[in-house]
């Protein structure tokens, strides 16, 4: 089995098997080992980056609502002294 550098083996062994499940339940065809790791290489180069940008901005936008929330209730803890 070829080796991605992005991922352990047992990550890998689970995603080319994620992948074959899914090609042969859903598309009714048959993913060879060789075609998923590609499949696999394709979307970590392509749409991993996407995926991590827009986790980090939904996390950056959740973190600054807390942050918010905690000078509101600094504000107003103030106000009652």
Do not use: W
Not at 2 to 28: C, G, H, M, V
Not at 30 to 42: G, H, M, R, T, V
């Amino acid at each position: 089995m070829a080796k991605s550098s992005k991922f352990s083996p047992e990550q890998q062994k689970y995603a080319i098997n994620q992948l074959q499940t899914y090609f042969s339940q859903e598309r009714d065809e048959e993913l060879s080992e060789l075609s998923a790791i590609l499949l696999i290489d394709f979307i970590s180069e392509k749409l991993a980056p996407m995926y991590y940008n827009k986790g980090v901005e939904d996390s950056q936008r959740f973190m600054s609502e807390r942050i918010e929330d905690l000078y509101a209730l600094l504000l107003k803890e103030r106000i009652e002294d």
